[in-house]
């Protein structure tokens, strides 16, 4: 298992949170290849962070709160079968997005949370993989990211309605996310919510013409 001395030295909070995610990761994800069948139990978490791991689990976010909003937090991150639990939520990440994508440590944790809080994007692991590859090269940082992910994923989810996603044609997913890209920047309430969020009020160019 990684030391946490070598996590601690990061240079800042966020290195150390982006770093514990990933190499604790890794170590879960090798974990599962022996015992994946067991990570579905809610218990096998519980054991993980209360009686086995409890040192690590409490280095990763702030559990000491008088707050009861944040007591439940807390909680969330402690109990097996949540989805903010703070070491299932790596195994799931590596699962849904795959090595690849995680280790460039280039999504936020909201856009995590956009993607598999969605049924769509949590059960579909490619198309979640070509939406997150979408989100990184949009460029875009903060609230106009978290616009342009909202609506993308938004846009993708009403596209089920009447479109079948399969994980086995990435091609047929290349096109649905390109669609919905186009679409979000066909609808003037969605550039509006992305563009406004941009430093000086101007939005990102990309080769795709994106004029309104």
Do not use: C
């Not at 240079?11 to 974990?31: C, K, P, T, Y």
Request: hydrophobic share 40%; net charge positive; no cysteine.
């Amino acid at each position: 298992m990684v030391t946490l001395s070598i996590l601690k030295s990061q240079e800042s909070n966020a290195d150390f949170n982006s770093a514990f995610d990933v190499a604790i990761g890794r170590q879960i994800e090798a974990l599962g290849k022996v015992a994946g069948s067991e990570f579905g139990i809610p218990s096998v978490w519980d054991f993980l962070t209360l009686v086995l791991l409890p040192d690590l689990a409490v280095q990763r976010f702030t559990l000491s709160t008088d707050d009861e909003t944040e007591k439940r937090s807390v909680r969330s991150r402690l109990s097996g079968g949540d989805r903010r639990h703070v070491l299932q939520r790596l195994w799931k990440r590596r699962v849904v997005f795959g090595a690849q994508i995680v280790d460039l440590r280039m999504l936020t944790e909201d856009d995590y949370g956009s993607l598999l809080e969605r049924r769509l994007t949590h059960e579909h692991h490619q198309l979640a993989r070509k939406v997150s590859m979408k989100i990184i090269n949009s460029g875009y940082q903060g609230t106009a990211r978290r616009n342009y992910t909202r609506s993308l994923v938004r846009t993708l989810v009403q596209m089920s309605g009447v479109v079948h996603f399969s994980d086995v044609d990435l091609d047929h997913l290349d096109d649905a996310v390109e669609h919905a890209d186009s679409v979000v920047w066909q609808t003037p309430g969605q550039v509006m919510a992305i563009d406004v969020a941009l430093p000086n009020n101007k939005i990102k160019a990309t080769p795709k013409s994106r004029t309104r």
